[in-house]
């Protein structure tokens, strides 16, 4: 069992807890306004809303699940926690990185400083589909992409998008999620062209 701190209340922190919740770990949810927060989501009613500096302080592993603008300010505030912490982070610049030199994640880990432990992913998989990591029309199950800097990190990871049902896909150094950054515009606009609601995702095939 692992201690899960998931930073955020929204969408894709609850589904994912929901996930994990089912796969045996402990969770816990952090949150700006966990004192008036009286309503667990509804998705994920065995955990606890606490302090997002509780939820940090407390876990094993950290998710990000925020908007991008707040990741930054949020891991500057929090990084003397967050250091040698195994963090992943599953936010998606979109229109707030100017090109694609650096990738969200990377400035994550700059915020965090020397000890940082990021891992990115979770980035192209829709909140609709968290829970239902088999795609119902193919049969397939979907992938998760993820990319960090450390072997043993990314062990981890890669268990806990096995222990939610996905295929784990290592996409290599922490860079690279320069390029996972730019793939998710790329999914969004696809699904919304081709009327997908939100169930698209990528899918490498033949390995
Ligand atoms: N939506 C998707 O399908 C999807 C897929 C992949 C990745 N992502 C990424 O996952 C992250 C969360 O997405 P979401 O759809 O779950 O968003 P969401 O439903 O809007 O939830 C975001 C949560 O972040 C917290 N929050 C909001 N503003 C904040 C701030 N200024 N500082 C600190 N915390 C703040 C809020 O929790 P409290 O009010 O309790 O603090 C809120 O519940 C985003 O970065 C998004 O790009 C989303």
Redesign the pocket.
């Known amino acids: 069992m692992t201690h899960i701190g998931i930073?955020?209340?929204?969408?894709?922190?609850t589904h994912l807890a929901r996930g994990w919740l089912d796969a045996g770990h402990h969770v816990q949810?952090?949150?700006?306004?966990s004192e008036t927060?009286a309503n667990l989501p509804k998705q994920s009613p065995a955990a606890r809303?606490v302090s997002?500096y509780e939820a940090v302080q407390s876990a094993e592993v950290v998710v990000i699940?925020?908007?991008?603008?707040?990741?930054k300010?949020?891991a500057q505030q929090h990084a003397d926690l967050l250091r040698n912490k195994l963090v992943i982070d599953?936010?998606?610049p979109?229109e707030h990185l100017p090109d694609n030199r650096i990738a969200g994640a990377e400035i994550t880990a700059q915020a965090i400083g020397a000890g940082a432990r990021v891992v990115a992913a979770?980035?192209?998989?829709?909140?609709?589909t968290l829970l239902e990591p088999i795609d119902p029309k193919s049969g397939i199950v979907r992938d998760v992409h993820y990319v960090g800097d450390h072997d043993a990190d990314k062990a981890i990871v890669a268990q806990l998008i096995t222990d939610l049902g996905f295929q784990p896909v290592d996409c290599g150094v922490l860079r690279n999620a320069r390029v996972l950054d730019s793939m998710?515009p790329l999914i969004v606009e696809l699904d919304r062209r081709l009327g997908a609601d939100?169930r698209f995702s990528w899918k490498l095939l033949g390995n």
């Not at 930073?7 to 922190?13: E, K, P």
């Not at 979770?122 to 609709?128: E, R, S, Y």
């Open positions: 930073i955020g209340t929204g969408h894709m922190a949810f952090g949150s700006r306004y927060k809303i997002n699940a925020i908007p991008f603008t707040a990741v300010p949020f599953i936010s998606n979109f979770f980035k192209a998989n829709f909140w609709q998710v939100h």
